[in-house]
Each structure stands twice: as structure tokens, then as C-alpha cells.
């Protein structure tokens, strides 16, 4: 069962305030006076256990989700029945733009570890952002990060070889820890070898092969989900090199 929590515009302003997390999610640079019209907007905080939907495909669109702790996948089922991963997304970030333009979710958005979200509900963001110029503001950045991450998506499938792929991957997952306030070069990998395989267009021993090779050549180490990136420069150069060719 999906753990629903009430919280109020005062523990809203307190656990925003503490987080370190702020700049990435949709309170960030607004007044004391504009978080207190949030009590309005986030009616609740969701708590989703490890593998299991936020949302799924064709369910009603009704709200979108500030993650306030662990990380998700979307996917989509293909003709064939299988699973196309096409995101991650991690602490900060907002799930459920998909639902907008039909009013049904595209994608399926489940939990690669137990997580808790923000439930923002979208008639209510909608009729705020009117008022609230911040928000609105606010909303429109969220919405252009979106658009760049699919952007270099299409990058990473369009143009790239298996390990540089892989290599963009790991840079890209360094930079949002990084802005997270973590360690850019250790970390833990939530998702399967074969998920990061499904988005990044590989098979799973392609993937496994890659990581196998990053590290005989000095460039990470790997144990399990554990990355340690040890040569970030060589990583880069695979990425450089690429765009040389």
C-alpha cells in the first residue's frame, strides 16, 4: 500500500530550508510569502517501496512529484513486450511531466530503492502559477532541464559507440551527484546492468563488456552497484574523441 503522509506549509518551509536540495527543486528563489501559498499546492508526501509504481501507463493524470528521497525509472512497453527504460531520475528531480499534454501517463515510473515524493497536484500548480510569479517562473526552468536531459539522450543513442555510451553515462550520473552534494567520482548505481543497458540502447553483455574494460584500463572500479570513478579525464577523452571523429 502506498503510504500517503499530510504535511503542513510550516514543515513544507522547514524541510525545504534544511535541504540541501533546494536549488534543484520547484520552492527554490521563492519568498517566505510564496512558500507560504505552497501549503495549497503540495498536498502530501508519497512513500513508494523498491520496485514498485509511482504511476503507470494510461493511469489519470493528476499531479507530478518533486522526489524528496531515493530514485526512479521510467519505462515503456514496447510491441514486442519488452521494457524500454527511457529515464532515471534521482533526488530533486520531478516525475510525471509525461501525463500533461494527454492527461494520461506515457510511462510507467517505478522505484529503483524505497523513495518518498512531493505530491504536487497540477490544477492547483496550474491556478498558482498564475498568481505566483515565482513559481510559474520556477516551473518553466523545470520544464527546459527536462527538454536538455532528453536532448542528450538522443546524443548518447544517436551518435555514440557502446563505451563511449557508457562513459557519457557514468560523467552524466557523476554531475547529478555532484549537484546533490555528493561524492562526483563514488557512488552507488540503483539501477540493474540490464536497465542501464535498455536506455542506453545495449545489450547486457555489451554493458557488462564495457564496464569489464573501464576498469582493466584503470578507469573505474567496480564491485556490484558500487562505482568509483578514478580516471575522470579518460572517461572524457572517450567522449572527446568521439565528437572528433
Known amino acids: 500500500m502506498k503510504a500517503t503522509v499530510p504535511i503542513t506549509a510550516a514543515s513544507l518551509k522547514k524541510a525545504c530550508a534544511q535541504c540541501n536540495l533546494l536549488e534543484l527543486c520547484l520552492p527554490f528563489g521563492m519568498t517566505d510569502t510564496e512558500l507560504d501559498r505552497l501549503d495549497e499546492l503540495i498536498s ?114 544517436g551518435s555514440m559507440r557502446a563505451e563511449e555510451r557508457l562513459a557519457a553515462f557514468l560523467l552524466n550520473m557523476s554531475q547529478r551527484f555532484t549537484a546533490r552534494g555528493f561524492s562526483p567520482a563514488e557512488f552507488h548505481l540503483r539501477m540493474t546492468r540490464e536497465e542501464i543497458g535498455s536506455y542506453l540502447g545495449l545489450k547486457l553483455e555489451t554493458v557488462s563488456r564495457a564496464f569489464s574494460r573501464f576498469q582493466e584500463e584503470g578507469l573505474v572500479i567496480v564491485q556490484q552497484k558500487y562505482i568509483r570513478i578514478i580516471n575522470g579525464e579518460g572517461l572524457k577523452k572517450l567522449i572527446q574523441h568521439q565528437a572528433a571523429r
Open 44 to 157: 502530501a508526501r508519497r512513500k513508494i517501496k523498491r520496485q514498485q509504481p509511482l504511476y503507470r501507463t494510461g493511469s489519470p493524470f493528476e499531479a507530478i512529484y518533486a522526489i524528496r528521497t531515493g530514485s526512479f525509472k521510467t519505462d515503456v512497453l514496447l510491441e514486442d513486450g519488452r521494457e524500454q527504460v527511457t529515464g532515471f531520475q534521482m533526488t530533486g528531480e520531478i516525475l510525471g511531466l509525461d501525463g500533461i499534454s494527454n492527461e494520461i501517463h506515457s510511462c510507467n515510473a517505478i522505484a529503483l530503492e524505497d523513495s518518498e515524493v512531493c505530491v504536487i497536484v497540477y490544477a492547483k500548480l496550474e491556478e498558482l502559477a498564475r498568481e505566483v510569479e515565482g513559481l510559474q517562473h520556477q516551473f518553466h526552468k523545470v520544464m527546459s532541464r527536462e527538454i536538455v536531459r532528453d536532448h542528450g539522450v538522443m546524443m548518447l543513442l
